[in-house]
T-cell receptor
C-alpha cells in the first residue's frame, strides 16, 4: 500500500509526558500537513511543510507543539508536557502541490488520550 | 472571520437520495472539497469543485455556486455503507483548507 501511514495508531499517556508521532506521506508528495480533530468537529490545521520547509504554523498552536520534516520525506509531530486537552485524533495528510486540484490524502491518524 | 456551515446530522433511507448543503464565508476561494469520514477513520476525498456547476462521479455529485457561497453533495441510491460524516472544506486565498464540522449521515433500512 502506498498511501499515507502514521504511527502509532493509538497512544495513551499521562499528563506531563512528551509524545512523538510519525507520518510517512505518499512518496512523490512534496507537501505534508498536520491536523488535529476532536469528536464532532472538522480537522483543525496545525502546520504544513513543503519539502523540508515548515511554511505555516497555526497561531492556535502552543509552543509545546513542534514538527519536523528533516529530509522532506517523513515528518514527526512532538507534543511536550501533554495536557488533557491535547486528547484528540492527530491526522497527517500529503499532497502533490502542483496547482488547482491539489488534493490532500489523509493517513489513518493517531488517536491520543492524555490521562 | 472564516466560516463553513453544514447541518450537524441528517437521516435518509436506503435506496433514496440525499442532499447535504454547505455554505461558506472565507477570505478568498480556491476550490471546494468534499470528504467522507467513517467513524474512527481518516477523511477520504470525494470531490472537488472550483467552477460553478455540477460535477458527477458515480452515485455522488457535487454542485458549486461561488456567487452564493454554496455547495451541495448529492448522494443517490443510498447504501448502508454511506453512513458516515461528510466534510465540506474550502481552500482560501492562502491555499489553506478551512473545514466545516461535518454532517453525520445516518442511513436507515
Amino acid at each position: 500500500d502506498t498511501g499515507v501511514s502514521q504511527n502509532p495508531r493509538h497512544k495513551i499517556t499521562k499528563r506531563g509526558q512528551n509524545v512523538t508521532f510519525r507520518c510517512d506521506p505518499i512518496s512523490e508528495h512534496n507537501r505534508l500537513y498536520w491536523y488535529r480533530q476532536t469528536l464532532g468537529q472538522g480537522p483543525e490545521f496545525l502546520t504544513y511543510f513543503q519539502n523540508e520547509a515548515q511554511l505555516e504554523k497555526s497561531r492556535l498552536l502552543s509552543d509545546r507543539f513542534s514538527a519536523e520534516r528533516p529530509k522532506g520525506s517523513f515528518s514527526t509531530l512532538e507534543i511536550q508536557r501533554t495536557e488533557q486537552g491535547d486528547s484528540a485524533m492527530y491526522l497527517c495528510a500529503s499532497s502533490l502541490g502542483t496547482g488547482d486540484q491539489e488534493t490532500q490524502y489523509f493517513g489513518p491518524g493517531t488517536r491520543l488520550l492524555v490521562l | 472571520g472564516q466560516n463553513i456551515d453544514q447541518p450537524t446530522e441528517m437521516t435518509a433511507t436506503e435506496g433514496a437520495i440525499v442532499q447535504i448543503n454547505c455554505t461558506y464565508q472565507t477570505s478568498g476561494f480556491n476550490g471546494l472539497f468534499w470528504y467522507q469520514q467513517h467513524a474512527g477513520e481518516a477523511p477520504t476525498f470525494l470531490s472537488y469543485n472550483v467552477l460553478d456547476g455540477l460535477e458527477e462521479k458515480g452515485r455522488f455529485s457535487s454542485f458549486l455556486s461561488r456567487s452564493k457561497g454554496y455547495s451541495y453533495l448529492l448522494l443517490k441510491e443510498l447504501q448502508m455503507k454511506d453512513s458516515a460524516s461528510y466534510l465540506c472544506a474550502v481552500r482560501d486565498s492562502n491555499y489553506q483548507l478551512i473545514w466545516g464540522a461535518g454532517t453525520k449521515l445516518i442511513i436507515k433500512p
